[in-house]
């Protein structure tokens, strides 16, 4: 029997039939509703902020939290979903692991009863937007020594300092801040409207260029007690929230990967040189073959990684050699994608230059392909070698 | 109110639909939910909605029918029957008719809702034969219905417009695409259609016997449509309207 291109291993075999259809809603949402307007939204650099109520009707904002308006989907689902959104645009799968990972997490893992109920259904439902501000301009893979502050002042606490690269922060709601304080390093949720808090969009980007991606500037934001996650101090509190994210990474990239592949595939036997489809020549092949084999060890990583999260087994260092080998082949699968389709591959009427474009921001964000290698490292050798 | 959808699985549409040896629609891979019944079921929901009631969803089809019935469920029907038996296969008008009404008729219901005519095999008969053999009225053609007090009002389209139909409760009610859009399924609706009731049944459970429901129709052949050929240009010049003359003549236009 040939075998489907499309699935070459049977890997839908492992899923089951509501991951299945989860899966597919997704990709026909995505193709519906991503695809005919993200080369317009690419060209221009915007984000259409008003399909975060469609993703959350749909039900993908906070998909794979329960409770307070969440979906309650296992981790599997999750990771799919992410796929098929990143298959459309890493924009779109950033907008959605943002909110749900970065933004929704902390509050339903660290927060209280109270901030639960004031934002969680509202998060749910795209009716309010959440961002994460971690990284600084002085301070990117190197997060716990931040510059930013929280002191008392009586009851209240009072924040400031600046926060780079932060995705959605032009269109937030809602910031969740990590800050030193007397303590250690803290979460706050500072409304976007407070005082002295101010988002600056970053412009000139040549990478996800449909999604908002800022500097946030807190100049003496004053917060009240109520405003810090009270279940968590120091570095592990951001750090669950990166191994959320990073999990739909690991899908995520996939799904740029798997878009370039198809194109190629296409592009591959309807292309003639030489009076044959240039899917005949035998360097064509093994640019396909290569793709399509590290496409399928990518999925067949991410699920048993998935899996792994839906026993509650699944370890940080795990997800590190998800995000590592995933985004770096995904990266190289959408690089050779683009050298198949030739001078078609510059442009974009295609999509595979968007993705590979949008592939050197996921190698980045969410700890960089170096220090995945050295948390890997570590964890191999028990000696750390990148502090 | 108790509002029944009839629902067709119908071949994947942008597949290429094929032909087994006895001419029956060969029917693998999975079907989905004929678009024109989505509209269907969107009113169905909408109603419900309104008077707190509950949708049913009453597919005849073989397994594979089986998406076509979860993508309902997804949009939001509360329970679904399917109906599939071997001795169904090749079934025609006649006896899809009789098995639907057999299987709509075991539990109370307001109001049935079918589309128009199915994608795959619109004979547009159906549902009309079922609201016969139910014993009530039927209603065709509604790009609206609405139902208050116990009478269905439909706004049934016409060529010039569209014409207002009332009729008493329990009805049938045929729906076009031009009524309102279906919703998008969600990712809840897959998720909660694991907990709603979906029961298959045999034609035995209906109590009806092979013999009720043997084709009366066979189809026995299946041609080609002739291939067009080119069409003529005529040029303008001498003879040009009498050739059009003749021409229209010959097609007894004129
Ligand atoms: C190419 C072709 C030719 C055919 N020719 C004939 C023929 O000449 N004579 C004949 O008797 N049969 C014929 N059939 C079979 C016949 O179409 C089906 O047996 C029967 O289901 C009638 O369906 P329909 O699609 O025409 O229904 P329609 O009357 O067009 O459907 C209207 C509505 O009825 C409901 N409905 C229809 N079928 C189902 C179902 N299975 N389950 C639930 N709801 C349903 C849906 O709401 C649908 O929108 C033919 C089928 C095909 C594909
Ligand atoms: C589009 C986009 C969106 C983003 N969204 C967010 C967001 O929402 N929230 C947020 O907080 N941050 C966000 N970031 C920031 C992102 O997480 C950081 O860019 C990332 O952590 C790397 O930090 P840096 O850019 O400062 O690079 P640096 O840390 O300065 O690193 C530069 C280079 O040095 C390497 N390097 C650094 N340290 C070592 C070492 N010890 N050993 C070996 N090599 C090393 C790095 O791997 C890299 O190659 C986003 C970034 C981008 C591009």
């Known amino acids: 029997m040939p ?8 890997v839908d075999r492992l899923l ?37 109520k469609e993703l959350g009707a749909l039900g993908l904002l906070g998909m794979h939290l329960s409770g307070y308006g969440c979906l309650g989907a296992d981790a599997v689902s999750y990771g799919l979903a992410c796929l098929e959104l990143e298959a459309g645009d ?62 008392r002042d009586g009851s209240d606490w009072i924040v400031s300092g600046t926060k780079m690269w932060i995705t959605n922060g032009g269109i937030a709601d809602l910031a969740i801040v990590w800050a030193q304080t007397g303590e250690g390093i803290r979460g706050f949720l500072v409304p976007t409207d407070s005082p002295g808090f101010a988002a600056n969009d970053i412009h000139r980007k040549l990478s996800l260029r449909a999604s908002v991606t800022s500097e946030l500037v807190l100049d003496d934001v004053r917060l009240p007690q109520e405003a810090v996650l009270p279940g968590v101090t120091g570095m592990k509190g951001t750090l669950s929230c990166l191994t959320e994210a990073r999990f739909g990474i690991v899908w995520g990239a996939l799904g740029a990967a798997r878009a370039c592949f198809e194109c190629a ?27 399509s084999v590290e496409l399928e060890k990518g999925l ?16 940080p260092q795990q997800v590190s050699y998800g995000k590592l080998n995933n985004v770096r082949e995904a990266l190289k699968i959408a690089r050779e994608a683009r050298s198949i389709l030739g001078a078609s591959g510059i442009t974009l009427e295609y999509p595979v230059i968007r993705h590979m474009n949008n592939l050197e921001s996921v190698l980045t964000y969410e700890g960089t392909n170096e220090i995945h290698t050295l948390i890997v490292g570590e964890a191999l050798t028990g000696l750390r070698a990148y502090e | 109110m108790q509002v029944v959808v009839l629902v067709k699985s119908i071949p994947d549409p942008s597949g290429e639909a094929k032909l087994g040896p006895d001419f029956l629609v060969i029917r693998e891979g999975d079907g989905v939910l004929d678009p024109g019944d989505e509209y269907a079921v969107e009113a169905a929901l909408t109603l419900a909605e309104a008077s707190g009631g509950e949708v049913a969803v009453v597919s005849m089809g073989p397994a594979n029918a089986a998406s076509a019935i979860r993508r309902a469920l997804a949009m939001g029907a509360h329970r679904a029957t399917h109906i599939s038996d071997e001795a169904l296969r090749g079934a025609d008008a006649l006896a899809t008719a009789k098995v639907l009404a057999a299987a709509v008729r075991r539990s109370p219901f307001d109001l049935v ?5 199915s994608t795959d095999g619109y004979t547009g008969t159906l549902p009309m034969t079922v609201a016969e053999m139910l014993g009530v009225p039927s209603a065709t053609f509604a790009r609206k219905v609405e139902v208050t007090a116990g009478v269905a ?65 066979r189809v026995v052949a299946v041609e080609a449509t002739a291939e067009k050929g080119p069409g003529e240009v005529i040029q303008a010049g001498d003879d040009d309207a009498a050739r059009i003359a003749d021409l229209l003549a010959e097609a007894k236009v004129i």
């Open chain 1, 3 to 10: 075998i489907d291109p499309r699935d070459p291993l049977d």
């Open chain 1, 16 to 52: 089951s039939d509501e991951q299945r259809q989860i899966r597919d809603l997704v990709r026909e949402w995505v193709d519906a509703n991503v695809l005919p307007g993200i080369e317009g939204w690419f060209e221009r650099g915007e984000f259409p902020k008003e399909i975060a």
């Open chain 1, 90 to 151: 890493s924009g779109f799968r950033s907008f959605v692991s943002v909110q749900g990972s970065l933004s929704m997490f902390p509050i339903w893992k660290h927060g209280s009863e109270e901030q639960k109920k004031e934002w969680l259904p509202r998060m749910a439902a795209g009716e309010a937007i959440g961002c994460f501000g971690l990284t600084e301009p002085d301070f990117g893979s190197d997060p716990a020594n931040m510059r930013t502050s929280a002191r």
């Open chain 1, 265 to 291: 595939l296409e592009y591959s036997k309807t292309r003639v040189q030489w009076g044959k489809p240039i899917g005949a020549f035998q360097l064509t092949q093994r640019k396909l073959a290569a793709m």
């Open chain 1, 300 to 315: 067949l990583l991410a699920l048993h990684l998935g899996r792994l999260k839906d026993e509650g087994r699944l370890q």
């Open chain 2, 113 to 117: 809702l079918a589309g128009v005519e």
């Open chain 2, 153 to 217: 009002r439909v706004e049934r389209q016409t060529e010039a417009g569209y014409d207002v139909v009332e009729c008493a409760l329990p009805a049938l009610v045929t729906v076009t695409a031009s009524a309102a859009e279906p919703r998008f399924p969600t990712l809840k609706g897959i998720m909660s259609a694991r907990s709603k009731p979906l029961e298959q049944l045999a034609l035995a459970d209906l109590g009806l016997s092979p013999a009720e429901v043997a084709p009366t129709q």
